[in-house]
């Protein structure tokens, strides 16, 4: 047999790979079918507050990554602050500084949040300071009469977490709660509470604000639980649940006393939230169930690494999948495209900017390209620096389109910025010998079938279940492989030589 | 679908695939690639074993060399200027006379001094170049082609390509340029090309793009029946050719030149398989008798007289 080698190589790739594949589908359990609680979540703060006329300084919290959350973007509208960000314990927070600011002062924070069901890697705790209680007199009997009421009938420190919920949240509160609480039976008091009575038991335990992300919440509340540092690591509880457990919605900013933003050199602070579930497709994550993480082969997969680097991949692995369409398309098919990967990597930018935009975009920068190309040709400029002349025209015009977008408030316009700006300049330069060489006809012929094939690309590669798909069961590009060897000796008729030979299909005289 | 591609199999049509997978990767190792794709390397090779090539009149490797052009051509009224590693005839000028400053191309049109040192330039930037790697410019003899085509061409140069298989001259065509191709003998680009019976050196019927034609689309003469002068010598070369290049399965363009003869023009690695439509037949059946038969054929005498024996015609109707 006479590519015997290449077959046996093939079916032990891609036997490896279905092998693989099926332990994790079957045994494993992964997922076959991206989870849909994937989501997206933009909030916004908004800062006013009335400056003396001097100097004015406002410390505004601002969360940070942390499992199952990732920030994915974020901004500061501040016109004339100076800002800077720093990590200050478990926090982070941002600095806004002026040196003469008049009137009435808004500032505006807004990020998007990334949630997942991903269970990452725990980052290493470490030991908190035990914070004193720092109740006096009467307040410190109560706390004590609390407190020696629920030892007893506690095991360990979550038992006894539990418990002092209960009593705190109890719709008749007894006198030394009543008494603790002081008529405010805000959420906020509660959880400072029960961390003062915790840090009289000698139990370390702080206070968290956040966020709860419900759909288009307009004048969302901060909203306030407990953690308790337990068996070294700090156990989020929630006051406002029946099972005390923190509900997956919530997004925790900061942690410890203190308010959202305070502000030095002027009065009348006003924040105010609002959380809105942001639809942008291209930030959609592919994850898995949390139970196998557990599992000992998933220890080396893709999952181990960071959410930033997993989005990545998300969008690497799908790229061979693009590929094996293109070698179909070119030797199984006989299709000519410009360039051998371009549609590919015209699809990858179409993933930002979306089909219908990427198109436009792409009609009009290789447009535009190819006019100043043209006009080029009568200067007579070498080679080189004529394709750095027809590369800063493509990124001026990318410039352009981003701004003019911006200004009609469209906003996919500003997604451009991802263009592969060298790939549009060599497609301008191959379009415009096409051009000289074999006609327009023959140039926009070839013009119009790659955008097509970028397309059918795209539709390939990025949509939810290709990605998905790529990420959780890398190893399916082992059968890619092999089939992309099966192709490199595949000797028979491309569709396109059966219509060019057909003059020679008579019967031979 | 499926009846067609069994009727080119079984008419011994070869595909792309085919010729890419099983006898270019198979018989033409990648280090001798570059001595056709440089067509200077070609002519030195070719003229040291006795072969004819046109005429270098001088080659331009750096920009700075371009100013020397004008000495180059100082008192020729005629040459050609092609990229050292062009394909597809692209970049190649044919100047057919000269004005002052100005040069008149094969096509027609005048281009001036400048036009030409922009022109040289690019081609050294590799503009016409496989992969745009940069290239040099030769500048050489431009053929008088031989008055047997003269009714069947329209401009340009028509050139005879063999293809050559382990030495063997297996099928060849003749290419005729058109007014579609502009001057160019390049099928892609609408020249015509007649088959040739390798036994008698014959034209047959010609393709015009993809469809069967008898006579010049612009001159309306009859390709068919048309003798090739000094055929044998043709047969010779392409039989001679593979030991210069050790390339097993190649394309070999050759020019009738008035005065001098059969001219190698240059050898293609990559050769197209229009030819099969040019002489409506199927390479294959060709391609496995030389495979089977190669042993026996040891100089270039007896794979010309293997050729002449065995590849008769035989077209589909």
Request: aromatic content about 8%; overall charge positive.
């Amino acid at each position: 047999m006479k590519n015997r080698h290449l077959y046996i190589l093939a079916a032990v790739l891609a036997s490896i790979g279905v092998g693989i594949f099926l332990y994790k589908a079957l045994w494993l359990e992964l997922p076959l079918q991206p989870d849909g609680r994937v989501d997206n979540w933009e909030v916004q703060a908004k800062i006013t507050f009335d400056a003396r006329g001097g100097p004015a300084k406002l410390v505004l919290f601002i969360p940070r990554n942390e499992v199952p959350f990732t920030i994915v973007d974020q901004n500061f509208v501040s016109e004339g602050y100076g800002l800077t960000t720093a990590s200050i314990g478990d926090n982070r927070r941002a600095m806004f500084s002026i040196r003469k600011a008049i009137g009435t002062q808004t500032l505006y924070y807004r990020f998007v949040v990334n949630r997942s069901t991903f269970i990452g890697p725990t980052e290493a705790v470490e030991e908190p300071v035990i914070v004193k209680s720092t109740l006096e007199e009467m307040r410190l009997a109560a706390a004590q009469g609390i407190l020696n009421k629920i030892l007893p009938e506690s095991a360990d420190d979550d038992t006894l977490v539990r418990l002092l919920l209960k009593r705190l949240t109890a719709s008749v509160p007894d006198d030394n709660v009543a008494m603790l609480l002081g008529g405010s039976s805000t959420m906020l008091r509660r959880v400072r509470v029960a961390r003062q009575i915790l840090a009289l038991a000698g139990i370390r335990a702080r206070t968290v604000s956040g966020v709860q992300l419900v759909k288009a919440n307009k004048n969302t509340q901060l909203t306030h639980w407990l953690e308790v540092y337990i068996r070294d690591a700090w156990q989020g509880y929630a006051p406002q649940t029946e099972t005390y457990s923190v509900p997956a919605n919530f997004l925790a900013w900061w942690r410890g006393p203190g308010p959202l933003a305070f502000v030095d050199g002027g009065m009348f602070l006003k924040t105010s939230l609002s959380v809105a579930a942001a639809s942008a497709p291209a930030l959609r994550t592919a994850l898995v169930v949390s139970k196998a993480n557990e599992r000992s082969l998933l220890a080396y997969s893709m999952f181990t690494l960071p959410l930033n680097t997993q989005l990545v991949y998300k969008i690497i692995l799908t790229v061979p999948l693009g590929v094996f369409f293109l070698t179909i398309l070119r030797n199984v098919i006989g299709l000519r495209t410009m360039g051998t990967f371009m549609p590919v990597l015209i699809a990858i930018a179409f993933r930002e900017t979306q089909v219908l935009w990427g198109v436009i975009l792409f009609t009009v920068v290789i447009s535009v390209g190819l006019l100043v190309r043209l006009y080029l040709e009568n200067l007579r400029l070498l080679v080189v620096p004529r394709l750095s002349c027809v590369l800063i025209v493509v990124v001026l015009t990318m410039a352009a389109i981003s701004v003019m977008s911006n200004q009609l408030g469209l906003q996919r316009g500003l997604s451009v910025s991802l263009f592969p700006m060298v790939i549009l300049t060599m497609t301008v330069e191959r379009m415009s010998i096409i051009w000289d060489e074999r006609g327009a006809g023959e140039m926009l012929r070839q013009g119009i079938g790659s955008i097509i094939v970028a397309v059918i690309a795209y539709f390939i590669m990025v949509n939810q279940y290709t990605e998905h798909i790529a990420l959780i069961f890398p190893e399916l590009l082992l059968i890619l492989l092999s089939g992309n060897l099966l192709i490199g000796r595949y000797s028979g008729f491309r569709l396109l030589d059966l219509p060019r030979f057909r003059v020679l299909a008579g019967r031979p005289s | 679908m499926f009846g067609l591609a069994r009727q080119l199999w079984r008419n011994g049509v070869v595909g792309i695939n085919k010729r890419n997978a099983d006898y270019i990767l198979v018989h033409n190792p990648r280090k001798y690639f570059p001595l056709v794709d440089d067509k200077l390397l070609t002519k030195e090779i070719a003229e040291k074993v006795g072969i004819s090539v046109p005429t270098l009149y001088g080659k331009i490797e750096f920009p700075h060399e371009v100013r020397s052009f004008s000495s180059i051509v100082a008192n020729r009224a005629d040459f050609v200027v092609k990229p050292a590693q062009g394909s597809g005839g692209d970049g190649i000028l044919v100047v057919v006379g000269r004005m002052g400053e100005y040069f008149r191309l094969a096509d027609g049109s005048m281009i001036d001094n400048r036009d030409m040192a922009f022109h040289l330039n690019n081609i050294l930037a590799g503009t016409f170049s496989l992969g745009g790697q940069p290239d040099k410019v030769l500048v050489e003899y431009k053929v008088d082609f031989d008055p047997v085509f003269e009714k069947i061409t329209f401009r340009g140069v028509p050139d005879i390509r063999i293809v050559v298989f382990l030495g063997v001259p297996v099928m060849a065509m003749v290419r005729l340029p058109t007014r579609l191709s502009r001057g160019k003998a390049n099928l892609h680009q609408g020249a015509i090309g007649a088959g040739i019976a390798i036994p008698s050196g014959r034209t047959l019927t010609a393709v015009l793009k993809n469809s069967v034609v008898s006579e010049h689309p612009d001159t309306n003469n009859p390709v068919m029946d048309v003798e090739i002068p000094s055929w044998n010598i043709l047969l010779d070369m392409a039989a001679r050719s593979c030991d210069l290049t050790h390339l097993g399965y190649q394309g070999i363009d050759i020019v009738l030149d008035r005065a001098r003869g059969p001219l190698l023009l240059e050898l293609n690695a990559r050769p197209g398989l229009n030819i099969q439509i040019a002489n409506r037949e199927g390479l294959r059946h060709r391609l496995e008798l030389v495979a089977a038969r190669v042993a026996e054929l040891n100089t270039a005498a007896d794979r010309v007289r293997f050729a002449k024996e065995n590849f008769w015609p035989n077209p589909v109707s």
